[in-house]
């Protein structure tokens, strides 16, 4: 459903729209940019930029939907207003995600890797550099926490709560260390995957699992699922136990 069509494809008349729907994606990342610069005056201006402490991440990857949502889409409206709910489709999503594979709503890559910024000049030492740790928007509310002097709240109204599944990244800011955790899991709208380590197993849906070492193919072009069959077993198993579990503790908490 979700393929894109060769941009030599597209009549002139296609090739204006596309081409506008990209300009409008760009304005609203520009625009954004000057929010965030205006955002990060203000904290200068109050003397709290050095002691502030400022996450950036982006959505998960490009989305190809081609989605209809509140009163519809008005094709006789003005491109990026209110009425139009334009989105990105396949072609630009793909280009967007590039070099990753897939987009938004799989779990390749390109439907789950997103950049992460940390601003915090009074509590990091080390300045504009990157680190390989691989981190999950589940580990915000443990970071958060620690940084807040926090704790999870074992207890809620009468209930006992589970552990929270993330894991704190505040001891990656300085060190470029990965945090303390066995394996990362996925189920998005059917597609899977689960990664421990560098090697991640996916699937689109109830396709063939497929299997990469992301420490030497972080773009997933050469599927090692053959030549290493007990790894593609060991973590479906890992992945199916897992999902289990999960599903027992939607169950047992009414979700």
């Known amino acids: 459903v979700y393929r894109e069509t060769p941009w030599s494809q597209l009549t002139e008349e296609q090739q204006g729209f596309q081409a506008a729907k990209m300009a409008i994606h760009a304005a609203m990342v520009d625009r954004m940019d000057q929010e965030i610069g205006r955002l990060i005056q203000q904290l200068r201006q109050m003397d709290a930029l050095e002691n502030t402490v400022i996450l950036f991440l982006t959505d998960n990857g490009a989305s190809a939907e081609i989605m209809v ?3 519809g889409y008005d094709a006789s409206a003005t491109p990026g207003s209110a009425d139009a709910f334009l ?21 390749h890559e390109g439907g789950i890797a997103t950049p992460f910024i940390v601003h915090w000049p009074a509590g990091i030492s080390s300045r504009g550099e990157l680190r390989h740790a691989v981190g999950h928007v589940i580990d915000l509310t443990p970071t958060i926490l620690t940084l807040a002097g926090g704790t999870w709240a074992h207890q809620y109204e009468g209930a006992t709560r589970p552990p929270a599944p ?10 470029d260390v990965n945090p303390d955790r066995d394996f990362l899991w996925w189920l998005h709208q059917g597609n899977r995957a689960i990664r421990a380590g560098d090697w991640k197993l996916v699937s689109a849906g109830d396709g063939p699992w497929e299997l990469y070492d992301l420490k030497h193919d972080r773009t997933e072009n050469h599927d090692l699922s053959v030549e290493n069959s007990d790894k593609v077993r060991d973590l479906a198993q890992l992945w199916s136990a897992t999902t289990a579990e999960f599903v027992e503790l939607a169950k047992s908490t009414g979700e």
């Not at 993330?166 to 060190?175: A, C, N, P, Q, V």
């Open 166 to 175: 993330g894991r704190d990244l505040s001891g990656t800011f300085d060190r």
């Open 87 to 107: 989105c990105l489709g396949p072609g630009w999503s793909r280009a967007a995600n590039t070099p990753f594979r897939r987009q938004k709503m799989w779990v």
């Open 69 to 71: 949502r509140g009163d």
